[in-house]
């Protein structure tokens, strides 16, 4: 079964790191670091996006060339690729937001669609996953796999792995169990806790000064109702502080760093997704031409 023929290093960063960045390091110049590094993971990003759209494009071909059986069709059509398309729409909208070179504060309008477009990509990312374990067991699982309850099945719990059908596949993706864990402490929460979101701004102790003295020339202007001059102190009020390209749940913590977790993230469902269409294709009859 080939399953290496996709060159996997494509969607991993470290190899996007050592073309764009390491080569124009230079020690103790962390302003043109920042700049190679920035570099390095927008190439990285360009990379992902182009894999989930192979991906997309590859699960398309599927259909019209493997004999599905009904449920593994429905599945594969109605969720993976509907998760797909919603990955890539969600990915491409918070890249816009947030590339990795932005500083500038997020205004309000841009905060609320990022944090929407990171919770749905975490909840895309898990979803897929279950959706394509889904697909195999109806496609080549045994009958008592089949009938196994929904939350008994998954890529990485015993009756997946131990379905002597599904092995060939379950075998190799055990190596993504533990991305698979890791991946969970950022879904779990956004799913049925505390939604994800990107904190707007970081204020230093003499941006919170300027940004308190602005809010009293505002009350001010509004107090004359000097709209324009208003909306003008407005403007620069939201140009204050900087943005930290990380995301969290809570104040507390943990802080995750957008790039390269959010693509390397996305990285890893596709090269799961791989696996598993190759599988699916192999392990299934073929459709007559027309």
Known sequence: MPFNQYGFEQVEYSGHYD??????????NAENNLYFTHE????HIYSVNNAVLELLTD?????STVAFAKKAEDIFRYGVMRRLRMLNASFKSFQNAIPPNRTTPLSQEHSDRVCRDLNAIYIDILGMLDNYAWTMVFQAGSAQTRAARPLAINLFKPPFAS???LQ???DILQG?????????TRRNPAA??????VPPAALTPSDVAEYECLERLISGALHAQDFEKMKGLRKTQRRIGSLIPKFLHVPEGPVTDIYPVIPEDIGQVVKIGRIVQTFLRTHGPLLAPL
């Open 19 to 28: 073309q764009f960045a390491v080569p124009f390091l230079i020690e103790g």
């Open 40 to 43: 390095a993971q927008q190439n």
């Open 59 to 63: 699960a398309l071909g599927l259909l």
């Open 163 to 165: 379905d002597r059908a």
């Open 168 to 170: 060939p596949a379950a």
């Open 176 to 184: 993504f169990k533990a991305w698979e864990e890791d991946v969970k």
């Open 192 to 197: 049925h806790r505390m939604p994800l979101y």
